[in-house]
């Protein structure tokens, strides 16, 4: 015979993942590279910003947001997710 349980909660925090992008709408005005430097960056090859390193901590999530923010275009998107810790 089964019986139906409830699914067990998976304890722990909950982490938020960001993946900042730019899209190809960037003019390379270098703003972002100015606020968040670690993370954003002008490739001289096609004249436009690229995230050279997505954030790892809430610190640098908040950096690329204000960079988000700043940008004249809206070139600067942010995808969050989250993700519970592997046991
Ligand atoms: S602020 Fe926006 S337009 Fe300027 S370089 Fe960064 S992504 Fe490109």
């Known amino acids: 015979m089964e019986i139906d349980m409830p699914l067990p909660q998976v304890p722990g925090p909950t982490k938020v993942l960001s993946q900042f ?3 190809r709408a960037c003019i390379g005005c270098g703003r972002c590279c100015g606020t968040a430097p670690r993370h ?3 490739d001289p090859a096609v ?3 690229s995230v050279v ?3 790892t901590s809430e610190t640098e999530r908040q ?3 204000e960079a988000l923010k ?3 275009v809206q070139a600067i ?3 969050s997710s989250t993700s519970r810790p592997v046991r």
Do not use: A, L, T, Y
């Open 70 to 72: 700043g940008c004249p």
């Open 47 to 49: 004249g436009q910003s």
């Open 63 to 65: 950096q690329c947001r």
């Open 77 to 79: 998107g942010e995808k």
């Open 40 to 42: 954003f960056q002008i």
């Open 53 to 55: 390193k997505q954030p």
């Open 21 to 23: 992008h730019v899209s």
